[in-house]
């Protein structure tokens, strides 16, 4: 099987997953990220004004953002956004460190 069937299936069971988990943010991301990788760009900036949203969402409410720092590049945010992303990623590792 080929990796671009393979990302399909695996694009059909996170569009499963989000029926079933709408309400969980990082499910909605994890969909978009599996989006672009298979480069359906359908209803793209609907999807990254979403994106955009919801990480500005966790940020406010000093959550752990869904995105990762190494994907934030991947997206429209803004430079604070990611500086934002990655200070919220760095403390949770500093925090597993010193557990």
Same mark, same amino acid.
């Given at each position: 099987?080929? /990796?671009c069937?393979l ?21 909605? !991301?994890?969909?978009f990220?599996?989006l672009?990788?298979?480069? $359906?760009?359908? $209803?793209? $900036?609907g999807?990254?004004?979403?994106l ?5 969402e966790?940020?406010?409410? /000093? ?6 720092p ?6 429209? !945010? ?13 403390? !949770?590792? !500093? ?5």
């Amino acid at each position: 099987m080929g /990796n671009c069937v393979l990302w399909t299936l695996s694009v059909k069971l996170v569009h499963i997953y989000v029926v079933i988990e709408s309400w969980r943010r990082h499910v909605i !991301l994890l969909l978009f990220c599996a989006l672009q990788i298979i480069c $359906d760009w359908s $209803d793209y $900036d609907g999807r990254m004004k979403k994106l955009v949203h919801i990480v500005q969402e966790q940020l406010e409410k /000093n959550r752990l953002p869904s995105v990762h720092p190494h994907h934030s590049m991947l997206y429209p !945010l803004s430079h604070t956004q990611r500086k934002g992303i990655a200070a919220r990623h760095a403390a !949770l590792c !500093l925090e597993k460190v010193r557990c």
